[in-house]
């Protein structure tokens, strides 16, 4: 059985860091590519930044890409995001998810989420 579970959320003040972790078990991390997603309140689900399981690349929405940073570590079976500069608007659950095919279309296996709020 599969199993993701994030960690890392918290409150901070606007221009904070955090780093969000997200653990995986019950698969052959290697061979996922890796997401995280975000959702604020009322809003719809955003595509955060991935990291591919064959060379590691990795892709950012325009809103993060300079500020947040993804990364694997495939002998701990772990999952970063380190987040920099953040704003209010980055206030949302984030998520972590994995796929064998795709970075952002539905993924199959997905963590439960933390909180993440940026006070202003």
């Known amino acids: 059985q599969v199993h993701m579970a994030e960690s890392g959320g918290g409150l901070v003040q606007a221009g904070g860091s955090l780093r969000l972790s997200c653990t995986a078990s019950?698969?052959?991390?290697?061979?996922?590519?890796l997401a995280w997603f975000r959702q604020a309140p009322g809003k719809k689900r955003e595509d955060v930044a991935c990291?591919?399981?064959?060379?590691?690349?990795?892709y950012y929405a325009d809103s993060v890409r300079g500020r947040f940073t993804i990364s694997r570590d495939n002998a701990q079976n772990t999952l970063y995001l380190q987040m920099n500069s953040l704003k209010p608007e980055d206030t949302a659950m984030y998520y972590c998810?994995?796929?064998?095919?795709?970075?952002?279309?539905?993924?199959?296996?997905w963590g439960q989420g933390t909180q993440v709020t940026v006070s202003s």
């Open positions: 990291i591919t399981w064959n060379d590691g690349s990795t």
């Open positions: 019950g698969l052959t991390f290697d061979d996922y590519n």
């Open positions: 998810a994995a796929d064998r095919r795709y970075c952002y279309t539905d993924p199959r296996h």
